[in-house]
């Protein structure tokens, strides 16, 4: 009985660690992945009640960022934001190319840009 404690304890003092260790690094490792294609992070708005009108969107904020440094080489996204354009989620993305600062708006179920503040 003494060694099947002794076991016990000996296996929780090696797993918790490691399970802790490995948690942390996933949770590291999806932080550093919030952001454009350059690995580089930006804000992201999600209002809660927009949140909840649309549900699970097929475009989530870093798909709507890499799809806009596709589109734009080069560019930089500073922030994600959800809004509504003609009853439908979309995503602001606000960024920089060139040294100036723009935005387009990425529909949340297509992927497509709906609009450049250029245009």
Partial sequence: MRRAVLVAVTVAGVAVPL??????A??????EQTGSRSGASFEIEIDPRLDAK?????VNAVQAAEIVTAQFV?????EAELDERNGGPIWEVEFVLGGRERDVDVDA????ILA???D
């Fill in 19 to 24: 399970i802790a260790g490995t948690a942390l």
């Fill in 26 to 31: 996933t949770a590291k490792d999806s932080r």
């Fill in 54 to 58: 649309f549900g699970p969107r097929p």
């Fill in 74 to 78: 080069g560019a930089r996204v500073l």
């Fill in 109 to 112: 179920v297509t992927g497509a």
């Fill in 116 to 118: 450049d503040d250029d």
